[in-house]
């Protein structure tokens, strides 16, 4: 019997009850669970350190633009930065998906198989994204009277048409990389070359004169650069797959018969984020729709502190799941969700406190008004942290059909939810809208997956969360009217604040085991570090 008949493409595996299993130690071995935790700490922090470092850079870039562009020009690039994200979730097809899931059962036991994959993800994906590439060009026109009326956006949306297979191979690259679990490579493909080289071209660019435009042109070369950084790390990662000698086996439809569901889930999830700007940007002005964009920037920044523990918790659950190691899937599933969350609540608690003074030192004094957007966005993706990886751990367990039926219904209800507040509410109807689509997404996902696969991200852990949260939260609001100097200074204060209570709480009630784990390898880490820097000293 074949790989590919051994494996269904959405197997339903028997899953015991809790009851049946007792605690998740009980199903499998401690050990394994320690080299998951391990694992999941090492990656992650790999992934997160690499995209907060390459989210903030990408916030520098957007506060930059938002500043020497203005409203107006921000707003157009805002049209054309985000057509190009929501048309780039399409064009590779699920293919960054499922590079993972069949590259995860091939690497290290089948290379034809493996080449097969990697390959055929990355050639269908990029021509994917060239024709649909093409198509916007041509349709340019269109979109930019007759969708956003406001024609001097055409060019714009040209430009960026171009990036589409760019962006694309960017990111099935940048996914190949992580089937060996080593997330330096994806992280730096598609986390920190583009948005630096981003931010150094546009910056040049201006210098020289070139505003919009550069700042378009700069946004494409970045691009090819990461497309160049991936695929080089590809061929590094997996030489045999390069290797003119090894004939590629293909997978053929079967690959595309996982990824393209998994495609459509993981496209009306994001369009959940992007879809209200879209919204604004037909029913308002183009001034509103930079400032909406702003602060919707800022908002998603929470997303990526768990995207960074999704990057490794993909390929470790496929490969949990494909052996049926489910006892040890649970717990990596618990373990990342309730970091994600810790990680999650003192920004949280900062924003919720003082929303106009963050949006005032990061955007300017003509960003201010966007602090109700900030804040209901910030809302739904607290919401996204506190069910962490349930998209992903279904997706990997074969119920990507269900997850697309899931956030289909919830983007029908966002998009209806838009036409009935943006026009009267503006921006702040759009942002309701997004939070109440977003919420219902995960928390379905969280209800499916205790139903399909008996697990929750949930145990009694999270109470020394809840405990810590609510203490953190009582000095901020009690200063919240008190600006203890300049605005900067004050958000400073109030994010020290909030991350000292928070993590002095959860040391005060005891950390748990996989906590302590963590600590000492990130203290492991650091000591080489500060010994060389006393040895400079």
């Not at 595996?13 to 809790?18: C, I, K, L, M």
């Not at 940048?174 to 630096?196: L, N, V």
């Not at 997303?303 to 052996?323: E, K």
């Not at 919240?480 to 928070?502: D, E, K, Q, S």
Request: net charge positive; proline share 5%; charged share 15%.
């Amino acid at each position: 019997m074949s790989a590919e008949a051994a494996w269904p493409v959405n197997p339903v595996p028997p899953v015991e009850s809790p009851e049946e299993t007792g605690t998740v130690a009980a199903v499998a071995d401690r050990p394994a669970h320690e080299a998951d935790v391990a694992k999941l700490a090492a990656g992650a922090g790999v992934a997160l350190g690499g995209k907060i470092a390459g989210r903030g850079v990408r916030l520098l870039g957007d506060v930059a633009m938002a500043r020497l562009l203005g409203p107006l020009g921000f707003g157009l690039y805002a049209i054309g930065w985000t057509i190009s994200r929501i048309v780039t979730l399409v064009t590779p097809l699920g293919l960054n998906i499922g590079v993972i899931r069949y590259g995860a059962r091939y690497w290290k036991k089948d290379v034809p198989r493996l080449k097969g994959v990697i390959v055929q993800s990355l050639g269908l994906s990029f021509a994917a994204g060239t024709l649909i590439g093409a198509v916007f060009y041509f349709g340019a026109p269109w979109i930019g009277t007759r969708v956003f009326d406001k024609p001097e956006s055409i060019p714009v949306i040209r430009w960026f048409a171009f990036g589409f297979p760019l962006i694309t191979c960017v990111t099935v690259a940048a996914a190949a990389t992580r089937i060996s679990h080593r997330m330096k490579f994806g992280t730096i493909t598609e986390d920190m070359s583009q948005p630096i080289s981003d931010l150094i071209l546009f910056v040049a660019f201006y210098l020289l004169g070139w505003r919009l435009g550069g700042a378009v042109v700069a946004c494409l070369i970045s691009f090819a650069i990461a497309t160049v950084v991936g695929l080089r790390y590809v061929r590094r990662l997996f030489r045999d797959v390069v290797n003119p000698k090894v004939k590629a086996i293909y997978p053929g439809k079967e690959l595309l018969a996982f990824s393209l569901p998994a495609s459509l889930t993981g496209v009306f999830g994001v369009l959940l984020i992007w879809v209200d700007r879209l919204f604004v940007g037909f029913y308002r002005p183009a001034a509103e729709v930079g400032i909406y964009s702003a602060a919707s920037q800022l908002s998603v920044t929470f997303a990526l502190i768990l995207s960074g523990f999704n990057a490794i918790f993909s390929p470790m659950a496929a490969d949990l799941y494909h052996h049926g190691e489910l006892g040890r899937l649970e717990e990596l599933y618990r373990v990342s969700t309730k970091w994600g969350l810790y990680l999650s609540m003192p920004p949280f608690l900062v924003t919720c406190v003082a929303p106009k003074l963050v949006m005032g030192v990061l955007f300017g004094k003509a960003y201010v008004a966007g602090w109700p957007v900030l804040l209901i966005l910030t809302f739904g993706q607290v919401i996204n942290a506190g069910t962490g990886p349930v998209g992903f751990l279904l997706v990997m367990a074969g119920y990507q059909k269900r997850m697309f039926q899931i956030s289909g219904t919830m983007l029908a209800l966002a998009v209806i939810l838009g036409l009935a507040l943006v026009p009267p509410y503006g921006m702040t109807g759009a942002a309701i809208a997004t939070g109440i689509a977003l919420s219902g997404l995960f928390v379905a996902a969280v209800i499916f997956a205790r139903y399909a696969l008996g697990m929750l991200p949930y145990d009694k852990r999270y109470l020394k969360g809840a405990a810590a949260s609510v203490l953190a939260a009582i000095p901020l609001f009690l200063l919240r009217n008190v600006h203890m100097g300049t605005a900067l200074i004050t958000v400073a204060i109030n994010a020290v604040l909030a991350c000292g209570v928070f993590a002095g709480s959860l040391i005060l009630f005891g950390l748990d085991t996989e906590d302590r784990k963590f600590i000492h390898m990130i203290q492991a880490r650091l000591q080489p570090a500060l010994a060389r820097a006393r040895q400079e000293v």
